[in-house]
DNA sequence: TGCAAATATGTGTGACTACGCATATACTAA
DNA sequence: TTAGTATATGCGTAGTCACACATATTTGCA
């Protein structure tokens, strides 16, 4: 039972993991960058259906990764902490330099 | 379209979140840590079903996160890079501090 | 007021996924 | 060769998820 990283967070983990699996919301999430932005932008930005935006906000909000404020009639989205955009990329970076393998393929 | 972060390659990035998202996987992974282990050893760490075991080893080892050789009558398998746990635990460790809102609970 | 814009929400659905069961394959030993 | 152990694979299924459509809610403005 005791293991080399025993002291992760195995549900918590995997709950943030699973929200940011989604491609449409890693989309969202960069086209939030830093800033707080408004949906319409985001919709926009992304090309995807208002519904979907919501949806996908919606669910990135319960999981705590983004935060919605009401400015007139406007509703500003971003980043509840914006390491996360580094520590994506870092990921990204993993994969495109140590990670030579295709998916599909295997011994 | 471009924005601060447009250097991610969303695909494969969003591929690779969601096999870690999986609670069972990362126990896997977890229970190879930075050695080689027997799939029986696994499936005892981990007291998931051998088939099951099997089952998520095979979704790693196609997206090239892990690799299994064969020694005899055994299959080991270990990471492909062991850099993947510290990013895990890079995430946990950001999870944990700079993370105070619990899901489900949204302004 | 009432209308229009911005955003959220309820419902239904097709696709995917994790899992168990049964079985197949690979290897070792007798 | 036969039996036994280790691991993989085909199949069926229940649960989850992303999405569209329609509709509701909130806000600003005439």
Redesign the interface.
């Given at each position: 039972?005791m293991?080399?990283?025993?002291?992760?967070?195995?549900?918590?983990?995997?709950?943030?993991?699973?929200v940011?699996?989604?491609?449409n919301r890693?989309?969202i999430?960069?086209?939030m960058?830093?800033e707080c932005t408004q949906v319409s932008a985001i919709i926009e930005?992304t090309g995807l259906s208002q519904t979907n935006v919501s949806f996908h906000l919606r669910v990135m909000?319960?999981?705590?990764l983004v935060?919605?404020?009401r400015r007139g009639a406007f509703i500003y989205y971003c980043l509840?902490?914006t390491?996360?955009?580094a520590?994506?990329?870092?990921?990204?970076q993993?994969?495109?330099t140590?990670?030579q393998?295709?998916?599909?393929?295997?011994?």
């Open positions: 039972m293991n080399s990283c025993s002291q992760l967070n195995i549900d918590k983990l995997s709950k943030a993991l699973k940011l699996s989604e491609p890693l989309n999430l960069c086209s960058g830093l930005d909000r319960e999981a705590g935060k919605g404020e509840y902490d390491t996360l955009l520590l994506l990329e870092e990921m990204n993993w994969l495109d140590s990670f393998k295709a998916a599909g393929s295997e011994s």
